[in-house]
C-alpha cells in the first residue's frame, strides 16, 4: 500500500511539472533559434528529385482571394501551392538551385504583396486558404533557401514585411469565443479548431522569422486548447462531427499539432508530453483514438453523425480516409520515431507483424509503418514539409 501511495505521489508530482513546464513554455519561450523552422535535412539526402529546372513553372502572383462561402478554398492557391512544392520541397533536403527558385518566386509575390486583400478578415475559406496555401509553405521554404543562399538585406527586409503582411490578413487565431449548445463541440473554444491551429502556424514561422518571440507563443495557446478540449477517448469534438470526413479532420488536425510541436523543438521546447491536469488529456491520447477507431469504425459514428460541414463524404459509415494522404497520416511519421516504445506504437507492431484479417484501416497503418524514412509523401498542404523528411526523430 506504501509503495502504491509513493508511486502514485510521483506520478502526480511528474505530470504537475509537465503542465507546469507548458505554462512557463506558454508564456515565456523566446526565439532561440532565429530564422531556422526546420533544419535543412543534408544528412537524408534530398527530400524529393530536384524539378526539371529548364522550364521552370510559372507561379504567378494572384491578387484576391475568392473562396466558395460553404464547403472548399480557393482552388487556384492550391495549385500554386502544388507547382511552388517542386522547388520547396528539393529545396528543403539541400538542392541549391531548387532553392534560388524559391527565392525568385517568393520575391515575385512580396513585390505584388498578393493577395492585397480578402473578401472579408473574418471568411473561413480565405484566411484557410492563404495560410495553408501561401503563407505556412511559403515562410518554411524561406527559412529553407536562407539556410543555403544569399539574400541581400533589401530582399529579406521586403520578404519579410510581406510576410507580416499577409499573415495579418490570414489572422484566424478564433480566441474568445466557444460553441454554443446544439453542437457536439459545446463548449469547446474555437481556438482548437484546425483553420485556427493552421493560422497559428503561421504566426509561430513570422515569429521565428522575425525573432519575435509574442508571435512564436501564439501558437501554444490553440495547442492547449486541442489538448485540453479532446473528450476523454481522443475524439476531438470540433474535428469528429464532420460525416464521412471525422477522422479525415482529426488526421488534419493530429497534423497540424504535430507542425506546433516540430517547430517548437527546433526552438529547444518539448512539448509532445503536454498532458493537461494529468488526466491523460494528451497527444498520446489522440493517437489511441485514431488507432481504436480503425479497429472499430463505429466509436465514431455517434459523433459524425451530426454531418458538420462533412464536404462530399455524406456517408458518415464510410469515413474518407485515403491511405496515401500525408495530411491525414503524416503525423504518424513523427509520432512513430519519437514514441517508438509506447504501447500506442506496440499495437501497430503486432499488426505489422501478424497483417492477415487486418481491414483497410488498420493496413493503412501498417504501410505507413513500412514506409518510415522511404517513400516521400510529396504533398504537403496540412503537414507544411514533407512529412517523411522533416518528421522523423
Known sequence: MKKLLIIFVLLF???????????????????????????IQTNKGECSEPAYHAFVQKIEPIEKLDAPTGYGLDDRFDQVRSKFEQYSIPCSGGNVQSCEI??????????????????????????????????????????????LIEFASEEEKLIEEWFTRTVKRGEHLMYGEKYGDGTGARGVPMSAHNHALSSAISHMQLGIILNDNKLFRKA??????????????????????????AMFYQGRAMNVLTVIAIIAEHQGYNIWEYDHKGK?????????????????????????????????????KNQDLKIRRSSNWGWFYAYATRFPNHENIKRIEQWVKNPEGLNKYQLGFVRHYNNIGKRMFGDASWTVVEANCHFLK
Open 280 to 316: 491523460g488529456k494528451n497527444f498520446h491520447n489522440l493517437v489511441k483514438f485514431f488507432i481504436d477507431f480503425t479497429e472499430n469504425n463505429e466509436i465514431v459514428f455517434k459523433y459524425a453523425k451530426e454531418m458538420k460541414a462533412p464536404g462530399p463524404a455524406k456517408d458518415y
Open 102 to 147: 524559391v527565392k525568385k518566386i517568393i520575391l515575385k509575390w512580396a513585390k505584388a504583396d498578393a493577395p492585397k486583400r480578402l473578401k472579408s478578415g473574418d471568411l473561413w475559406n480565405d484566411t484557410l486558404t492563404i495560410n495553408l496555401h501561401i503563407n505556412n509553405p511559403m515562410m518554411s521554404a524561406y527559412s529553407f533557401a536562407r539556410q
Open 13 to 39: 508530482f511528474t505530470n504537475l511539472s509537465l503542465a507546469d513546464d507548458f505554462k512557463s513554455i506558454k508564456k515565456k519561450a523566446t526565439v532561440s533559434n532565429p530564422k531556422i523552422i526546420f533544419p
Open 220 to 245: 501554444f495557446k490553440n495547442y492547449e486548447h486541442a489538448i485540453r478540449y479532446q473528450r476523454k477517448n481522443g475524439s476531438l469534438p470540433i474535428e469528429v462531427r464532420r460525416g464521412g470526413r
